[in-house]
């Protein structure tokens, strides 16, 4: 008798803890409305939009060349009620179709998008990038979409793209700030764990593998394939005069918005709801930060810009990296020298790599550098070099890049 009466308890229990979880991912998710978020949104990727469920593939918002999820658009005043949204064929992206809106959303995942940027042509490229530099704001969706060619925005980046495994990762919210906290007290709150063990939001999720400093660290994971690095990220931007605009890319597969996940809607909702021109992100943690150790071996040397020259040898075990770097800058006499290599990356194909040190300025410690490298063969002279120095702060103190004019830089594995 004791034995059922207990059986009965935990089944209760157990029925009561569902309930919670079914509760808690299908709420609401309001966030914290502020002044200058959205308000007119064009959706790229069709001429319709689903406002119900998600399930018509061929409607901008729904990610359906590639299966992954939707992005929802209707909701209550204080979340998705308060913006308008309209579709727009990939074909008919231009500057004077893009000018009633203040915010464009590129659904690569879309059947009119196909999965791919090669949809949209050069000029409408260009307009798209004019968009943001006037002061306006780009989000951009590539859920389960294989590679993307991001080499036509300002800032580039490559991805690794696992697909739709239905698999889990790790996600971890780096920076605080109106996109996403970690703080459950704060109105910006994003259930991390939830993402990662309850969904294939993060095990599916496509991270950058190339990193512009000018994109910045939201969120960052590991994917189903073990590759770590930024998954949701934005970088301002301005084509000159007062206005800066804002892109924020997402990488996070959007399946689970069709069960009413609550925090993949809250991160969408949040991405519209954050202010642009200016956005008053902290802007406090560049991408570049994610550099992570794997096996190879990297040296170096040269010149380009008739200024600016280097030096290096690197070796790591996927562990401890050693070596040494050399770096000078003649026209503004900075001169670089480093046996503190903290990290080694060399990409599969063992034609790019990246790696961090610590080095002292002027006799002050606490500077970091990173140094980016292209080996594009034998014997050198269109290899390219990229360095990036910021001070104890964080602050990016020198940038430089070129391609070598002498020398040569060779990546093994």
Not at 12 to 37: E, G, K, P, R, Y
Not at 106 to 127: H, I, R
Not at 212 to 224: A, Q, V
Request: with cysteine.
């Amino acid at each position: 008798m004791k034995e059922n009466k207990w059986r009965i308890i935990k089944t209760m229990q157990l029925l009561f803890l569902i309930c919670v979880f079914v509760l808690l991912s299908t709420q609401a998710a309001v966030a914290d409305t502020h002044s200058n978020q959205s308000l007119n949104v064009v959706i790229i990727g069709g001429s319709t939009l689903d406002v119900t469920d998600g399930w018509n593939w061929t409607a901008a918002n729904v990610m359906g060349s590639t299966g992954g999820g939707y992005l929802p658009v209707t909701g209550p005043v204080g979340e998705l009620g308060d913006f308008n949204f309209t579709p727009m064929e990939s074909s008919d992206v231009s500057a004077a179709n893009l000018a009633v809106f203040d915010t464009a959303v590129l659904n690569v995942s879309s059947a009119g998008m196909a999965g791919t940027t090669s949809t949209l042509t050069v000029s409408q490229k260009t307009d798209l990038v004019a968009f943001v530099g006037a002061g306006k704001k780009l989000i951009i969706y590539d859920s389960e979409s294989p590679p993307v060619d991001y080499n036509w925005l300002p800032y580039p980046f490559t991805t690794s793209n696992p697909g739709a495994m239905g698999a889990q990762g790790t996600l971890t919210i780096v920076e605080e700030n109106t996109l996403s906290s970690n703080n459950p007290a704060d109105p910006h709150f994003v259930n991390a764990v939830d993402l990662s063990n309850n969904t294939d939001a993060v095990g599916d999720m496509n991270v950058m593998t190339t990193y512009d400093p000018n994109w910045f660290l939201d969120m960052t994971g590991t994917n189903y394939l073990g590759v770590t690095g930024p998954v949701h990220t934005y970088a301002e931007y301005s084509t000159g005069g007062p206005n800066k605009g804002l892109m924020i890319y997402n990488g996070l597969d959007q399946d689970y918005q069709w069960f009413s996940n609550a925090n993949l809607r809250k991160i969408w909702v949040q991405e519209l709801q954050q202010p642009f021109n200016p956005s008053n992100l902290p802007g406090s943690t560049p991408v570049v930060d994610v550099i992570t150790n794997t096996p190879g071996r990297i040296v170096g040397w040269g010149g380009y810009n008739n200024t600016s020259f280097f030096n290096f040898n690197i070796l790591s075990n996927g562990k401890y990296p050693v070596g040494t770097f050399y770096y000078s800058d003649r026209a503004k006499g900075l001169n670089v020298w480093s046996n503190v290599i903290t990290h080694l990356m060399v990409s599969p194909d063992k034609k790019k790599a990246a790696f961090k040190g610590n080095v002292k300025i002027g006799g002050v410690a606490g500077y970091k550098f990173v140094v980016y490298v292209d080996d594009n063969g034998n014997p050198g002279i269109n290899d390219k070099f990229r360095i990036n120095i910021y001070d104890p702060s964080n602050a990016l103190f020198y940038s430089s890049n070129g391609t070598l004019f002498t020398g040569n830089i060779q990546i093994y594995p």
